[in-house]
């Protein structure tokens, strides 16, 4: 399993490489994309860290997940949080690097390194959102709301009835139809502007 953080650190160290690039030719992107690879030489060296613990069987327990103080902005501004949004920006490179990792993610030696270090989801997630991998059943997280709850029904006081409902009101007699004898008639019509034309009874 030693050949896993090499092989991890030269796809990282590939796909800075292409950022840097990009940022050269964009120069509007510079800063966001300077942050991003700032990050992925970060994630480098924790996971080195991590997994010098997990081999040497000195990995402490995982802690809860932290929460962030409301109100209180980041030291440094953040990653986007899109999916895909470093593929979005670089381009096919990015993808390729993306697809290496992806695959180094799914062997079965990474995926022991996962189950028994889950402290490594909070360093490979962020990675898969921003290249658009779909995130390994390992590193999932459980879902943060339970199932709903059932809402009691509403109690009502005892010996209560509900208030009989009031009749509806006769209709007006210039809304009520028409018998089938008042339209058993010839039906007459006339013009604008001529006189209607009387029959003898």
């Known amino acids: 399993m030693t050949h896993l953080i090499p092989l991890f650190t030269a796809i990282i160290a590939g796909l800075r490489v292409a950022i840097a690039n990009h940022a050269q030719r964009n120069p509007p992107e510079a800063p966001l994309l300077n942050r991003a690879c700032c990050y992925l030489s970060g994630s480098i060296r924790r996971l080195q860290r991590l997994f010098t613990l997990w081999q040497a069987g000195t990995l402490p327990a995982p802690g809860p997940a932290r929460s962030g103080r409301a109100g209180t902005p980041p030291a440094t501004p953040r990653l986007p949080n899109a999916k895909t949004w470093l593929v979005a920006r670089v381009g096919y490179t990015a993808a390729g690097y993306g697809s290496q990792l992806g695959h180094l993610i799914a062997t079965p030696e990474f995926t022991i390194f996962i189950r028994e270090a889950p402290q490594a989801g909070r360093i490979l997630r962020p990675l898969c959102n921003m290249l658009g991998l779909a995130t390994p059943p390992g590193l999932l997280l459980p879902p943060r709301y339970g ?37 058993a008639g010839p039906v007459r019509m006339h013009l604008p502007g001529h006189p209607p034309k009387f029959q003898p009874g």
């Open 147 to 183: 199932p709903p709850r059932p809402r009691p029904p509403c109690p009502r006081p005892s010996g209560a009835s509900r208030p009989p409902r009031a009749k509806p009101a006769a209709p007006a007699p210039w809304l009520t139809p028409l018998r089938a004898s008042q339209l």
